[in-house]
């Protein structure tokens, strides 16, 4: 079954942090957000909006085959380093046409499996078990 792009939940931008429980905080990172399909017909890369990106990622399709899933679909966000460990926008589209083995994809959510109504932490938790199941 071919997997079909799931529009994702965008950040809200606000003065300062919620606090209490029930609140998940994740880095910014200052990237691309994209969306990695893995299915039987391969793995395709989506934009935020949806478009395929897939061509401009060719390292990173390639190495979406060594996570050794059947079908996922996995939100996060395509990114260069800098020598600090920041996130460098610039560099970033440098990357993509001239150095793509800098490209890294940051994961932040695991949409595929039947798992988008659980709370994150159990997406996460789930996510974490089966790729130590996958390399064990």
């Given at each position: 079954m071919r997997l079909k792009f799931i529009e994702p939940l965008m950040p809200t931008l606000v003065e300062k942090p919620p606090e209490g429980e029930g609140w998940t905080h994740e880095v910014k990172f200052d990237?691309?957000?994209s969306q990695m399909a893995i299915d039987?017909?391969?793995t395709r890369i989506y934009t935020c909006n949806g478009h395929d990106w897939?061509?401009?990622?060719g390292d990173l399709v390639?190495?979406?085959k060594r996570l050794g899933a059947e079908s996922a679909i996995v939100d996060g966000e395509i990114v260069v380093?800098?020598?600090k460990?920041?996130?460098d926008f610039t560099a970033l589209r440098r990357a993509i046409t001239r150095r793509?083995?800098?490209l890294y994809f940051v994961a932040f959510d695991l949409l595929h499996l039947k798992l988008r109504e659980r709370p994150v932490h159990h997406r996460y938790a789930?996510?974490?078990t089966e790729l130590y199941a996958q390399n064990t």
């Open positions: 990237g691309y957000r039987e017909d391969g897939t061509a401009k990622y390639r190495e979406a380093l800098n020598d460990g920041l996130s793509q083995h800098d789930r996510a974490v």
